[in-house]
């Protein structure tokens, strides 16, 4: 009776095997298997001989009080005649059950499934026929155990693949915006969620959502206070959670009102919790369990060295483009935006302008004051500069005392206005500093980018515009590069070497 099911088949195959052989062993009409589900207080037939006899859907156990009495304690087979047999025949199977026979299949010493045969006949089941239907019973239920078993660990087995397999997945990339969107993939997937978030923060300040899967994009951003939604819990607690009721949580972020079921747990790296992953469901009848919990934790922790890994190299690729003194960005990092944003320009023809800003009278305060003094007023230009700027410009350290503003979608006028507010910064940076040499200042060159200009082309342009200023008395202001003579030269040294020449002739 049980090879099949155990060799190859798996449970549906042994309870097919055992009823029809109850059924043929106890000449009764009908046997059925009835799964007792004691939370929701509900039976329901899984297995019936003839199949024609099975009952589609689940019937509460108040009505069924036979069941009910297994389900309280009796584990022993209960016999039923009369109306009440006829009642539970109505309500099983629709037959006319004179007499049944209720039989625990006990599992782990509890009556998981129940066998029920039912007879049209008026009969009474001696004691053999008792003790063979609870042989039959015991003997289903070993099997159905070591399926259930064999089943779990088989599950287990694929879960642990499968969790190996996401966390491989998401350490392939070193970006942590791709990253972040992996987690969210692979997470819904192994767990057969409907959507997925990664929230970066803690439980002090809160979390914001940075990452999504099965939400609408612009639900990227959203901020949760500790203790707000599930997974404010999550940050505020520092613990896993999960809930199969997410209306019943009070202050839900809005955006997931449709989340029947949520899990939820801490992403820690570098010794402090950094973020929370969540996965969620929309349909009420896919109850979340223990056992996803921790499968979820432990993807957790493969999904945080990803996010620590990908934060320390956004950490060094930050630091190999930053002037450390400054905080702007350098040379080469310059040239490479300058690169992108003149190819973005050529497909869209959206309008770039550069800007080059070089301090006067900087010398002056290295050698009044020495270089300590002087590093600082870079660094107070450097934070002034970024602060005037808008969030998509790039401000630059282009070398020693001199900077420069690539300016995004802005033709030369508009540039210019950001060359004047960056001449207003430098000039209240520097004016707090109390040690310093005469007037700090600065001077700037505007060049816009003409179609097919080279970035070396732009740099000269706005180079020669900056050179003119400095050169012709126009210091302090924003010089526009359209607006120099053609006859003017750029003389970068043109004063220190007339200097040279007179000193060279006066010892002469």
Not at 11 to 34: G, S
Request: with cysteine; net charge negative.
């Amino acid at each position: 009776m049980l090879v099949s099911g155990l060799e190859c088949e798996g449970p549906e195959a042994v309870r097919r095997n055992l009823i029809a052989e109850i059924r043929r062993a106890f000449a009764v009409e009908v046997v059925l298997m009835v799964e007792l589900a004691e939370r929701e207080a509900r039976a329901t037939v899984i297995a019936a001989e003839p199949p024609e006899a099975e009952r589609k859907g689940s019937i509460a156990l108040d009505e069924l009080s036979a069941v009910s009495d297994l389900v309280d304690g009796r584990l022993v087979p209960l016999q039923l005649t009369g109306e009440g047999s006829l009642q539970l025949g109505r309500l099983l199977a629709d037959i006319k059950a004179c007499s049944s026979l209720f039989v625990p299949m006990r599992s782990r010493d509890m009556p998981g499934h129940v066998l029920v045969l039912l007879s049209e006949a008026e009969r009474e089941f001696g004691p053999e026929e008792v003790e063979l239907a609870a042989a039959f019973a015991a003997a289903a239920s070993a099997g159905l155990d070591q399926l259930r078993l064999a089943e779990e660990h088989a599950s287990r087995t694929a879960r642990q693949v499968e969790l190996v397999r996401a966390g491989r997945i998401v350490n392939e990339s070193l970006d942590l915006t791709r990253v972040l969107v992996r987690i969210c993939v692979e997470a819904a997937g192994f767990l057969a969620g409907d959507c997925a978030c990664v929230w970066l923060g803690d439980g002090v300040e809160g979390i914001r959502l940075e990452a999504l899967y099965g939400f609408p994009p612009e639900l990227v951003g959203t901020r949760l206070r500790p203790g707000e939604g599930l997974a404010g819990r999550v940050a505020a607690s520092g613990e896993g959670m999960f809930t199969n009721d997410y209306a019943e949580l009070t202050r839900s972020p809005a955006g997931f009102s449709d989340i029947e079921g949520e899990l939820g747990v801490p992403m820690h790296w570098d010794g402090e919790l950094r973020g929370v992953l969540a996965v969620g469901n929309r349909q009420a009848h896919q109850l979340l369990t223990h056992e996803q919990l921790e499968l979820l934790e432990g993807f957790a922790d493969l999904a945080a060295a990803a996010c620590r890994n990908a934060s320390a190299h956004a950490g060094l690729a930050h630091q190999a483009r930053t002037d450390s003194l400054t905080g702007c960005v350098n040379h080469a990092a310059l040239h490479d935006a300058l690169g992108r944003e003149l190819a973005r320009c050529e497909r869209t023809g959206h309008d770039l302008s550069l800007v080059l800003l070089d301090l006067d009278g900087f010398k002056a305060v290295n050698e009044e004051h020495g270089h300590l003094v002087g590093d600082e007023v870079l660094r107070r230009v450097g934070h002034a500069l970024r602060a005037t700027m808008r969030p998509y410009d790039t401000v630059a350290r282009y070398g020693g005392d001199e900077f420069a503003v690539l300016a995004c979608g802005a033709d030369e006028a508009a540039a210019g206005e950001v060359a004047h507010r960056s001449l207003g910064g430098v000039g209240r940076a520097v004016d707090a500093l109390e040690e310093r040499s005469g007037e700090v200042g600065a001077t700037a060159g505007v060049a816009e980018w003409r179609p097919g200009e080279t970035p070396t082309e732009l740099i000269a342009r706005a180079d020669r515009a900056l050179l003119y200023g400095k050169q012709r008395d126009g210091r302090g202001t924003a010089v526009y590069a359209s607006a120099i003579p053609e006859a003017f030269r750029a003389g970068r040294f043109e004063r220190r070497r007339r200097a040279q020449d007179e000193a060279t002739g006066a010892s002469e």
